[in-house]
């Protein structure tokens, strides 16, 4: 039984799919106007573990992420500029360019961090056609209007509006902007399809209802999400930003469109502050996986990093838990390396360790399962390899690739080795000390395991 928190009920309950193995999960994906940043990876990582989670369990999971190229406006708001046309004014490129070049750096970044790849990951500008219709059946089922700059969902035509982030309507009016289009019904209408400005011409624009314009941004996730996984399906995911107002009212088109239950569970990730503080570019405190390669990390420190929190809590970056994460990580991968043959998967961990996953994704647990079992002398080296493989399945860590580390340390130094390991056959140990001084100055540690030499960086 797997047990999920979910934002909608506010409650932890036990994952019942609509039907049999096969599910839906959508996640909602990056806007590509800019480099991703480790809050985004934090967040794509749950959504990782959950499916990951799932399929340990025997489920099928369709798994479905949108890009975001057009129609996402500064400040998630209704006005103001295009942040993929903004961007690519400053930069000196087309929208479409940027869309390109951001998209690419970011499924980079997933591969790194070994996030398994959706099936369908679908860009906003493709699915022009799906969005349009929608509207159209909004309008024709009077739950949308059209204003002077766009075409608007009519909030109080859908009481439950509000039911997920618990905002009710009345407070939601009240604490709206105090910049209000005069033109609305109602403070917390949002614009479902938003006319090209009269003099403007954009970058990425479609005619319809009559003249040129672009979609907003919410409607492309329920437009999206209804297309490959259906009027209804399990679980969305996305950052506790989402929640509100994204989420909300993606949850009004869909159900007004449909007139059925959008989606079950709702999951989300909770922020991820940089050194107490939230993330931000003016703080300096805005870092990419990049940045975290130029510091000598890798991408699967990150993660190693991400599985010792909890999603729903407030994961705090340092540079200091992520070397703590990555020594873990290299403790982990030289025990793995130590041993040479593979036993079989222990019964009894398992089990303890579906236990943790299955609640709420609990993988700090999960993990400590992982240093409980290294340390348990009741369990062989080799059944332990075999279940550490079994549940790599779920951590990503990569577990069974760890050779590939090796490819990483520089030439010079893979020749260094293979010569002390040479020396050492021969039982040459004065050459063998000074070979090992030789590659300690190129910045490398040797360490002699039963399996052979093991080459890290110092
Ligand atoms: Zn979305």
Redesign the pocket.
């Given at each position: 039984m797997i047990k999920l928190y979910n934002t909608l009920s506010r409650t932890i309950e036990e994952f019942k799919p609509i039907k049999g193995k096969n599910i839906g999960l959508y996640t909602?994906?990056p806007t590509v106007y800019d480099y991703d940043h480790i809050g985004h990876a934090w967040n794509y990582s749950m959504a990782d573990f959950l499916r990951r989670v799932l399929e340990y369990n025997g489920y099928k999971v369709k798994h479905v992420m949108?890009v975001?190229d057009v129609g996402h406006l500064v400040h998630d708001a209704e006005s103001g500029e295009d942040k993929l046309e903004k961007s690519a004014r400053e930069k000196g490129k087309t929208a479409w360019e940027i869309a390109e070049f951001f998209l690419d750096i970011y499924l980079a970044n997933r591969k790194k961090l070994n996030l398994e790849e959706p099936q369908v990951i679908c860009k906003a500008t493709d699915h022009i056609k799906e969005m349009i219709k929608m509207v159209e059946i909004l309008l024709d089922k009077g739950y949308a209007y059209e204003i002077s700059d766009g075409i608007y969902f009519d909030t109080s035509k859908f009481p439950k509006y509000g039911r997920l982030s618990g905002n009710t309507l009345e407070s939601l009016k009240e604490g709206a902007r105090i910049e209000i289009n005069p033109e609305k019904k109602n403070p917390t209408d949002f614009v479902l399809w938003k006319f090209s400005a009269a003099g403007e011409k954009r970058q990425m624009e479609w005619e319809a209802f009559g003249k040129m314009g672009f979609p907003g941004w919410?409607i492309?996730?329920s437009a999206m999400s209804i297309k490959y996984l259906g009027e209804s399906f399990e679980l969305h995911t996305?950052g506790e930003d989402?929640i509100f107002p994204?989420?909300e009212c993606?949850i009004a088109q869909s159900e007004s469109v449909t007139g059925k239950p959008f989606v079950r569970y709702w999951l989300h990730t909770r922020f991820l502050m940089v050194d107490g503080q939230k993330m931000s570019k003016s703080l300096k405190n805005f870092y990419t996986i990049a940045d975290l390669e130029a510091k000598g990390f890798s991408a699967l420190d990150l993660r190693y990093l991400f599985l010792t929190a909890h999603y729903r809590s407030q994961l705090n970056f340092t540079w200091q838990s992520l070397d703590a994460a990555k020594i873990a990580r290299e403790r982990l991968n030289n025990f793995i390396l130590g041993i040479k043959k593979k036993g079989k998967v222990n019964k009894g961990y398992k089990e303890m360790f579906l236990e943790k996953i299955n609640e709420d994704l609990d993988m700090p647990q999960a993990l400590a399962l992982v240093w409980q079992m290294i340390k348990d002398k009741n369990v062989s080296d080799e059944d332990k390899k075999a279940t550490l493989f079994d549940w790599d399945k779920v951590l990503g860590l990569d577990l069974a690739n760890l050779k590939k580390v090796n490819i990483e340390i520089p030439k010079e130094v893979q020749d260094l080795v293979k010569e002390r390991e040479v020396a050492r056959k021969n039982k040459d140990w004065s050459k063998s000390d000074e070979l090992r001084d030789k590659i300690a100055e190129l910045g490398f540690m040797v360490e002699d395991t039963s399996a052979g030499s093991i080459v890290k960086k110092k």
């Open positions: 909602c994906g949108n975001t919410h492309e996730c996305g989402n994204h989420h993606e």
